[in-house]
C-alpha cells in the first residue's frame, strides 16, 4: 500500500508506504552474487549456529534495499531520500523451507517547516520488530 501525496498524508502519524516482501534462501544466494558479500551466515546453517544465530540471516544491506524501494514507490524519485538511519535490532532469519515474511511500514513522524518530512520505518517479522530508529529524511514533496 503506498499512499497518495496530499496534505492530509502527511500528517504526523499517516502511514505513507506499507508491504510486504517474502526472502526466501535462494534471495540470498542472489544478492550474495550481486553484492559480492559472500559472509557464510548468509547461507551456511553451520557458521550461522556456531556464531549464536538461530539460522541463517538475510543481509542488511538487502533489508535496506527493500526499505528503500518501498520509500521510492512512494517518493517516485530515489533522488527525494536525504537521509536514512538504521539500526538492526534483530536478525531476519531465513529459513531454507519457504523462506521470511518481511513486513515494512513507513509511517510520518513529523513534517519539517523546510517541506522535508521526517519518516519512521518499521520492519518486522511476524510483529517482531526487525530495525530500531528506522528514520528517514525525504525533500519536499511535489504540490
Known amino acids: 500500500m503506498i499512499s497518495s501525496v496530499t496534505e492530509a498524508s502527511l500528517a504526523a502519524g499517516a502511514v505513507v508506504a506499507s508491504d510486504e516482501y517474502r526472502i ?49 514507490g512512494w517518493l517516485g524519485d530515489p533522488a527525494r531520500l536525504d537521509e536514512l538511519n538504521f539500526r538492526f535490532i534483530r536478525p531476519v532469519v531465513v529459513p531454507d523451507d519457504g523462506g521470511v515474511a518481511l513486513a515494512l511500514q513507513a509511517r510520518v513522524s513529523e513534517p519539517h517547516p523546510d517541506g522535508r518530512v521526517a519518516v519512521t520505518v518499521v520492519a518486522s517479522v511476524e510483529g517482531t520488530g526487525t530495525v530500531g530508529r528506522g528514520r528517514v529524511i525525504v525533500q519536499p514533496l511535489p504540490d
Open 24 to 72: 526466501s534462501r535462494a534471495d540470498l544466494v542472489r544478492y550474495a552474487g550481486a553484492s559480492r558479500d559472500f559472509n557464510p551466515l548468509h547461507w551456511s546453517p553451520r557458521i550461522a549456529a556456531a556464531a549464536g544465530l538461530p539460522g541463517v540471516i538475510a543481509h542488511g544491506t538487502l533489508i535496506l534495499g527493500l526499505v528503500t524501494r518501498l520509500l521510492t
